[in-house]
């Protein structure tokens, strides 16, 4: 399972909000019904690569549905395949890392 952070930068609102635009495109994954993560810079995604690549182009365009006429979209993805991993594994490893740090 692929892990994918993305975030959406919606340009040339006449607000400096952009928490409108974040929710219709996390609408996406949510119709999906793929775990995520919501966080304050970002989203956090988990599915197979594909599945990462074509929810975050629905979601670029859902921000240009909105009337808006420019958006910058960060991806970032962790795809690793020689053990299975989460979001939760990986956070849970370095936590543990840190408990056992003295």
Do not use: W
Not at 62 to 91: E, P
């Amino acid at each position: 399972m692929a892990i994918m952070e993305i975030s959406i930068v919606p340009i040339g609102t006449k607000t400096t909000s952009v928490s409108k635009y974040v929710a219709i495109a996390v609408k996406i994954i949510k119709s999906k019904k793929l775990k995520y993560k919501l966080c304050p810079m970002g989203t956090v995604v988990e599915g197979k690569i594909d599945e990462l690549f074509d929810i975050a182009e629905q979601m670029h365009e859902s921000v240009f549905k909105a009337g808006l006429f420019r958006v910058v979209t960060n991806i970032k993805i962790d795809d690793r395949r020689d053990i299975k991993s989460s979001m939760d594994k990986k956070v849970l490893s370095v936590r543990k890392k840190l408990r056992n740090r003295k």
